[in-house]
RNA sequence: GGCCCCAUCGUCUAGUGGCCGAGGACACCACCCUCUCAAGGUGGCGACACGGGUUCGAAUCCCGUUGGGGCUGCCA
């Protein structure tokens, strides 16, 4: 017998049946409001308990399922009044990730871009794994990147009794079954068969549940289909199910389920996540059923294609540089981040690269993202960066700095540090840099009490047999001068003609002897900025430490 | 191994049967501009993985091959 159970995720106009059953109370207001909360309140989803009342949609006829308290139709009906309702769902287990930090941004375009509900949602079922101070790291790089959950943080260790009662339904409609082996027991039984897996040793034992994992019965025969916005329908075929773990022993429940359970009761109608995740979406879809014994209130399903490195393998905490952090330490604007994480997988309809959040939120679609996975580039990160630094206001590019010239990161001692100076050479900066953490090295010459030494810069300038002329020259010029950039550049290119070389040629040891570096902002302004004072001080410095080293 | 996904320049992509002798962006190379660097300008290199079909016509549809990836845990 082959039952073909057809499970599909809705298009939002896919579910008119539902909406014509259910009678609508539409709400204008935001369900936080409703609450009485701020659109951005941090509350708890009361575990298990009624949650109509948060729901765009009001409480509906037919109301509490078997999860108690999710409303079977609720989603659809959402869905189908266009009340999107997606969620980001991470775990807690390190900072936030750049693949995650994008499923984020699709589930919060596409819920802006429908005029829905983005919620937020900690899964930290998994309590040796999960620890409190990376979910305040991630919620703090979501904010980073503009994303403020309209609902939550919920968490899952706050919805245990939810859980458990839909354990508890689930096992009483004998969907679930005790299961009494060890790992090494079903690795040995199943070490020779042909498809590994649980070979349901257990199934028809009849155990006790108590202190036994708990496993779903997955029908022996027939199909899941799982309806891809993205990628169509996947067919799997339960044959290559086993019978998989939703209870551990310890009486905790496992991802699928909890998962499965607060997507029912959050009345998602749009799980948007990683491809990674496809192949445990059909045990998802079976509990879904078992549950709520209806498809109506299914969600639909968009999985997005990975992020990969230059091997082409999905980006791993372990051997990528991942951390959303680390790149807003290293001087990424949040903008360019977010905009750049934008376009790997989806591109704009009008084909645009630098775009504003509304221009995105307005061309976004689920269904024109991307089948295939895509490498995060940083070469083109930092270009696009570096846009977005250039197309700031010089106030907003100092303010943006700000944090790179603070005591505890810039190399300088923090008294020498001065705001005039530093906004004057602002602009020739702004242009200059890639990422904010650039920002130092440009400046630090004009705070430092000596220029810093840079090696390859110093043996350039002692390999130059016309440094220690240039030198004096610049020496004996800069003292009669008239200390304006301009007439600093005129007297060098005559001293340049003078010595009958390219200007070019003359502003490079000059540079390294006062900046201690070969590329820096334009050398007139940086000298005029730097002062008389010091720039014959570091010239003659200069000059004796190239006598010296010529014996 | 099993199941599943994917396949256009080095990279991100446009392309939804004729407008494609494949367009853009990043990167790269050359030249110009230029006090270094950056920016800018001009030009260049550079791809439909392969093989069969379907069709008057295929990058676009179908099948297969190859290749890559994901999953395969009492993690998520």
Redesign the pocket.
């Known amino acids: 017998m082959r039952v073909q159970r057809r499970v599909h995720g809705h298009r939002a106009r896919g579910v008119r049946g539902a909406r014509r059953r259910v009678p609508l109370r539409p709400q204008r207001e935001s369900p936080a409001r409703a609450d009485g909360q701020g659109p951005h309140g941090r509350q708890q989803l009361p575990d298990g308990g009624d949650h109509a009342r948060r729901g765009r949609v009001a409480p509906v006829a037919g109301g509490a399922g078997a999860t108690g308290g999710a409303t079977p139709v609720a989603a659809a009906v959402a869905a189908a009044v266009g009340g999107t309702r997606v969620r980001f769902?991470?775990?807690p287990?390190g900072f936030l990730h750049v693949g995650s930090a994008r499923a984020a941004l699709y589930n919060w375009l596409y819920a802006r871009h429908t005029g829905g509900i983005f919620v937020l949602r900690i899964?930290?079922?998994?309590t040796e794994?999960n620890r409190e101070e990376w979910v305040d790291g991630i919620i703090s790089s979501l904010s980073w990147l503009g994303m403020e959950p309209d609902e939550g943080p919920f968490r899952q260790s706050a919805r245990t009794d939810a859980y458990h009662r839909a354990i508890d339904t689930l096992w009483e409609a004998g969907a679930l079954y005790a299961?009494?082996?060890?790992?090494d027991e079903?690795d040995a039984r199943t070490k020779s068969n042909?498809?590994?897996?649980?070979d349901g040793f257990c199934r028809d034992r009849g155990l006790e549940r108590e202190g036994?994992?708990l496993r779903f019965k997955v029908p022996e025969d027939g199909t899941t289909v799982v309806h891809d916005l993205i990628?169509?329908d996947?067919?799997?075929?339960h044959e290559?199910i086993?019978d998989?773990?939703v209870v551990?022993?310890?009486g905790?429940p496992?991802?699928?389920l909890?998962?499965v359970v607060d997507d029912i009761d959050m009345h998602i109608t749009h799980v948007i996540r990683g491809?990674?995740?496809?192949?445990?979406t059909p045990k998802g879809l079976l509990i879904w059923s078992a549950l709520e014994g209806d498809d109506a209130t299914l969600p639909a399903f968009a999985?997005l294609?990975?992020l990969?490195n230059e091997?082409?393998?999905?980006l791993s905490k372990r051997r990528d540089d991942v951390a959303v952090e680390s790149y807003q330490e290293r001087g990424y604007l949040a903008a360019a981040m977010r905009n750049y994480l934008t376009?790997?997988?989806?591109?704009d309809?009008q084909?645009r690269?630098i775009l504003t959040v509304e221009e995105m939120v307005a061309g976004f679609e689920l269904s024109?993202v991307?089948?295939?996975?895509?490498?995060f580039?940083l070469?083109?990160l930092?270009?696009m960066n570096?846009e977005y630094l250039?197309a700031m206001s010089v106030d907003a590019f100092i303010e943006a700095a700000r944090p790179w010239l603070a005591p505890d990161r810039a190399p300088w001692p923090p008294e020498r540090f001065d705001e005039g100076v530093f906004r004057t050479m602002a602009p020739?900066v702004q242009?200059?840099v890639g990422v904010l953490g650039e920002v130092p090295d440009m400046v630090d010459f004009l705070f430092l009490e000596r220029p810093l030494v840079d090696e390859g810069s110093w043996e350039a300038l002692s390999k130059d047999d016309s440094a220690p002329a240039v030198l004096d020259r610049a020496l004996a010029i800069y003292r009669e001068s008239e200390w304006s950039?301009e007439t600093l550049?005129s007297a060098t290119q005559a001293l340049a003609d003078d010595l009958g070389r390219k200007?070019?040629k003359v502003?490079?040891p000059i540079?390294v002897a006062v900046t201690g570096r070969?590329?820096?902002?334009?050398?007139?302004?940086s000298l005029e900025v730097l002062g008389r004072e010091a720039v014959l001080e570091r010239l003659g410095a200069a000059r004796e430490r190239l006598g010296g080293d010529r014996g």
């Not at 376009?343 to 591109?347: A, Q």
Request: net charge positive; hydrophobic share 35%; proline share 8%.
């Open positions: 769902a991470p775990s287990t899964e930290d079922t998994d794994r299961c009494g082996c060890s790992r079903i042909a498809t590994p897996g649980y036994r994992a990628r169509g996947v067919v799997f075929t290559a086993e998989f773990v551990k022993s310890s905790a496992l991802f699928v909890a998962n491809e990674d995740l496809l192949p445990s999985h294609p990975l990969v091997r082409r393998q999905k376009l790997l997988g989806w591109s309809p084909g690269e024109e991307n089948h295939a996975p895509a490498f580039d070469k083109k930092e270009w570096k250039r020739l242009e200059r950039a550049h200007l070019n502003q490079a540079r070969r590329v820096g902002p334009p050398l007139f302004q």
